[in-house]
């Protein structure tokens, strides 16, 4: 005879938590939605595989250097008022293009853009602006990946910050991809006019 025992008290009961680190979990769009808005306080991104991605906490230092980033895009934007500035909260929805549905560190999309386009839930319009931040914790070609995927959506300008090799990758439509060694700053203004991203304090 086997005999379940259960907890005598609410001060018993544990979390059951389940290790999936090794595992790859697919899901669909709807479920990838679902589950965002049953676990807000997660950060997931679904890649174009439509794997699903739990981004960890970063450290101190990536969350200074995003910090600082998105900080001179919102800035300018409020200066100039002439579009809209996301933090790394903000998911897109790429799906329909094979895309995944992704949140960059940092993204902006120009305000005209923006015209009858619901800010109630995930974007389906590519941004003309993003920056990703590859942290201590990330592995190089995935973020890469990521950049082609905005890229190919028609991303305008896309920023991989990558402080361990000290270079910032440039992503333009129908463009090879060009690097900058260690820049202490960056012209943006083909795409956000008069903006100069300072880097002065990420390397």
Sequence with gaps: MTIVTTPNSPAEIQPLLLDVSTTTLTV??????SLCLKNPDLRLELNPNRELIVMVPTLPISGKRNGDLSGQVWYW???????????????????????GMPSPDS?????????????????????????????????????????????????????????QNKQVEIYRPG?????????????????????????????
């Design 28 to 33: 669909t769009p709807e479920q990838f939605v």
């Design 77 to 99: 934007n409020r200066q100039t008022e002439l579009g809209e500035a996301f933090d790394s909260s903000t998911g897109y929805d790429f799906t329909a293009v094979e895309g």
């Design 107 to 163: 993204s902006w999309i120009e305000k005209s853009r923006l015209e009858g386009v619901s800010l109630e839930k995930f974007f389906s319009i590519a941004p003309d602006f993003v920056i990703e931040l590859r942290s201590t914790s990330d592995d190089l070609k995935p973020t890469q990946q990521k950049m082609l995927v905005y890229q190919r959506v028609g991303v305008r300008m896309g920023l991989l910050i990558n402080p």
């Design 175 to 203: 463009q090879a991809v060009e690097i900058l060694a260690a820049p202490q700053s960056i012209d943006c203004n083909e795409v956000m006019p008069g903006f100069i991203l300072d880097m002065s304090r990420i390397w």
